[in-house]
C-alpha cells in the first residue's frame, strides 16, 4: 500500500477526531505502552476536554447553575451536534442557547436558553471591536435643516434581546454568590441592551418604544424616520423633542460611533 500524503492522513486524523472514522487507524503505531487506538483517543478526548472547557468559559454562571456533572452532560451533545466552525474557541458556543431551546432534555426550562442567549450576547459586547463614540459637538455642528436625513452607526458593541425569563437577575445572583431566584417567566419579553463603554460591560432594560427605535436606528432609519415612528404615539408636535432626548442618551451612553455620510 503506497503511503498516504500528508494533506490525506491530516484530513483521516480529523476524521477520525470529529466522527470516529477508523481510516486514520492503520497507519498509526503503537508502542509497549500504548496501542495505535490508545494514541488516537488521546487526541480525540482532548479535541473534547478543550471545547468543554470553551464552553464552560464562555458560559460561566450557565456552568454554575447547572452543576459539573450537569453541564459536562450538556456540553457532550452540543459537541456532537456542532463542531467547531472558528479560528479560535473564544467563539464557540454560538448556538448554546438555540441548542437548549431544541433539546428535549432542556426545552421545558427555558431560563437555561435566555441564560446562555445573554452570557453570550454579554461575551459578543465586551470582546467586539473597538471604534470611536459619537461626540455631542459632532452631533450639533450639524445644521437643523440637515436633521432629518442624518443616520447612525451604532457601535459594534451593542447588542439587544429579549427575553421571556429573569436570566439577567439569575445571572447576577450568580456572580455575585447570592441566593438565585426561582424562574419567573416575563410577559411581554422584557427588552434589554447590553454595551462595553471604557472597558466597562454595561447593560439596561428598555421600554418598548426605545427598543423599536433603536432597532430602527440599527437597521438604518433616519433621524427623520425615527421622529415619524414616535409621531404615531406622541403627535407630531412632540415628536422630535422625544427623538432628541432619545438620540441624546444614546450619544451619551456611547451607543452611537457615527454619523453615516450620505
Not at 437643523?144 to 436625513?149: I, L, V
Not at 432597532?215 to 406622541?234: H, M, P, T, V, W
Amino acid at each position: 500500500m503506497n503511503d498516504p500524503s500528508l494533506s490525506v492522513l491530516q484530513q483521516a486524523l480529523q476524521q477520525f477526531i470529529l466522527r470516529g472514522a477508523s481510516d486514520v487507524g492503520e497507519y498509526v503505531n503503537g508502542s509497549a505502552r500504548a496501542s495505535g487506538g490508545a494514541r488516537l483517543a488521546v487526541y480525540a478526548n482532548a479535541y473534547r476536554t478543550r471545547l468543554a472547557e470553551a464552553l464552560e468559559s464562555n458560559f460561566p454562571m450557565l456552568a454554575r447553575l447547572l452543576g459539573d456533572e450537569e453541564f459536562r452532560l450538556l456540553a457532550g451533545r452540543y459537541i456532537e451536534q456542532h463542531e467547531s466552525s472558528h479560528r479560535s474557541v473564544r467563539w464557540y458556543g454560538d448556538r448554546l442557547a438555540s441548542c437548549l431551546a431544541a433539546d428535549s432534555r432542556y426545552r421545558d426550562a427555558a431560563l437555561l436558553s435566555d441564560l446562555a442567549a445573554w452570557e453570550w450576547a454579554m461575551a459578543e459586547a465586551f470582546d467586539a471591536a473597538d471604534a470611536p463614540c459619537l461626540s455631542r459637538g459632532e452631533l450639533t455642528s450639524h445644521a437643523p435643516d440637515e436633521w432629518a436625513d442624518l443616520r447612525f452607526r451604532l457601535h459594534p458593541a451593542v447588542r439587544r434581546l429579549d427575553l421571556a425569563w429573569n436570566a439577567p437577575q439569575t445571572w447576577r445572583a450568580l456572580q455575585d454568590n447570592s441566593a438565585t431566584p426561582g424562574p419567573e417567566c416575563v410577559s411581554p419579553r422584557q427588552c434589554w441592551l447590553l454595551w462595553r463603554k471604557d472597558l466597562q460591560l454595561l447593560f439596561r432594560p428598555l421600554d418598548s418604544l426605545e427598543a423599536v427605535a433603536l432597532d430602527g436606528l440599527a437597521a438604518g432609519n433616519s433621524f427623520g424616520e425615527l421622529c415619524g415612528q414616535l409621531a404615531e404615539r406622541f403627535g407630531e408636535a412632540e415628536a422630535a423633542s422625544r427623538a432628541a432626548q432619545l438620540l441624546n442618551v444614546w450619544v451619551e451612553g456611547g451607543l452611537i460611533s457615527s454619523i453615516v455620510a450620505g
